[in-house]
């Protein structure tokens, strides 16, 4: 079993409520509040911490940005990568996971920035690959507006092909570094890319060596029908927001047979369902828990972060207004969320207060309450009828939350032989069962001939 921990470089967790919870730190400004999560999620033994990220704070609600200051829904967003070094630095085992666009970012600059990272911690590094899905985002790097949803996936496939090819530009034993003969480096073994593609362009040489894991391991979370190819096309880990066993275990099997016809081993692509565990030593600790942050969220929370999500501006309907056809079809945000809400009403038409309720967005599921037996009972469940590899750790409180699940769960787990009880080896491939990574390994039989 794997377990990630859900992170966020901003005031809140992906709960905008969060930041409002009588125990959650308010000094997340500081290298302290970071670098404690990271020593819990450690002596939990975690797979990895990982950062969501997102390029623009969550303004398409009314247009406007005052409502998210106010209520501090996710407004404040440091850069995640410059948070991870420092939780890295008092850290020897934990991965370190950071989101970063491959609509507005450079493949280069991708490449040499998680090579960096993957080097300075001794080969734990891992990429999110994302798209980006809102015209703030948009708007914040310089666009007039969000290029359309498949496009955007189209640009990405092109961009993850350059990063790798960087990645694989150096040799194993490129490095020589021998003083006596003043030799540094074997220049043949280093190599231009000399990528030309539809979207993108890419010369190289690279100019960042090998790590001890080879690369580092891309993570991928759409969930979309896009959005699973090209997680199926590329992702070493999935992360997937499944809401019940038998529909969990129903998309992890179709998206392993879309991995296996993509050319790909199914076993070398993990996938982690997202979880919001509330824990206690007892369940009625933990339902007493449950009842404080049930009773934080406000309306605003939701209608701000579905606006973003969906790139829609909930605004400008009212609560009972159905969506039209037209407006359906111009969502261009994350899709996978429309399509569940229709699912979960049974309407092709929804109205906003039907999104709101669907989609649950700005509120903890409150499915997995419990005492240290309760919460094992349902990881077992879900695990052990291949409904998902492992869990994506979420916080309704921070660092409350991480340390309880730390506390409770992970030793129930232990004692079960679902989890380990140590790490196994340094690097984060080795945490999830992959071989260090070896040039061309993610070239598909398709592109052999390259």
């Not at 990568?81 to 491959?102: D, K």
């Not at 960087?166 to 190599?191: M, P, T, Y």
């Not at 969990?248 to 369902?273: C, I, L, N």
């Not at 399509?339 to 999104?355: L, M, S, Y």
Request: aromatic residues 8%.
């Amino acid at each position: 079993m794997h377990l990630v921990g859900f992170l966020q470089a901003q005031n809140c967790t992906t709960l905008a409520s969060s930041w409002r919870h009588k125990d959650s730190r308010t000094d997340f400004l500081t290298a302290d509040y970071f670098q404690e999560i990271a020593r819990i999620l450690e002596a939990g033994k975690f797979d990895l911490g990982f950062f969501d990220d997102r390029l623009s704070m969550p303004d398409r609600y009314g247009s406007d940005h005052h409502h998210t200051i106010e209520h501090g829904i996710r407004c404040v967003k440091l850069d995640p990568i410059v948070t991870l070094t420092m939780m890295g630095a008092v850290t020897s085992r934990l991965g370190l996971g950071s989101t970063a666009s491959t609509t507005y970012f450079e493949p280069f600059d991708v490449a040499r920035c998680f090579q960096t990272l993957d080097l300075m911690s001794g080969g734990r590094a891992a990429w999110n690959v994302v798209t980006s899905l809102n015209d703030g985002e948009a708007a914040n790097m310089g666009h007039a507006e969000m290029m359309e949803h498949d496009r955007r996936y189209d640009r990405a496939d092109e961009h993850v092909e350059v990063v790798l090819r960087h990645w694989d530009s150096w040799e194993d034993d490129a490095l020589i570094v021998d003083k006596e003969s003043g030799r540094f480096g074997d220049g043949d073994k280093v190599h231009r890319i000399d990528f030309k593609g539809r979207f993108l362009q890419s010369r190289g040489p690279f100019t960042v060596p090998r790590s001890p894991q080879g690369r580092p391991v891309l993570i991928q979370a759409g969930s979309s029908g896009r959005g699973k190819r090209f997680s199926a096309r590329w992702a070493e880990m999935v992360f997937v927001s499944y809401h019940d066993v038998a529909s969990g275990k129903q998309d992890y099997e179709e998206f392993k047979r879309m991995v296996a016809a993509a050319g790909r081993d199914p076993d070398s692509v993990k996938v982690a369902t997202l979880c919001y565990p509330i824990c206690a030593a007892t369940r009625a600790e933990a339902e007493d828990k449950a009842a404080l942050i049930a009773s934080l969220p406000l309306e605003i929370d939701a209608l701000s972060l579905l606006s973003e999500a969906l790139n829609f501006d909930f605004a400008s309907k009212g609560m009972d207004e159905p969506f039209t056809d037209a407006e359906m079809a111009s969502i261009q945000g994350l899709q996978a969320i429309r399509d569940r809400v229709v699912k979960a009403t049974g309407k092709k038409n929804p109205t906003v207060r039907d999104f709101m309720v669907g989609s649950g967005r700005g509120k903890p599921p409150m499915n997995m309450v419990g005492g240290p037996k309760e919460i094992a009972d349902k990881l077992e469940e879900w695990f052990t009828a291949k409904a998902c590899d492992g869990f994506v750790i979420g916080a309704c409180v921070v660092p409350g939350s991480y340390a309880d699940f730390v506390t409770h769960v992970v030793p129930e787990l232990q004692r079960r032989g679902l989890f380990r009880k140590d790490y196994t080896g340094p690097t984060l491939r080795d945490h999830l069962g992959l071989p260090r990574a070896r040039l061309g390994d993610w070239r598909v039989p398709a592109m052999a001939a390259e």
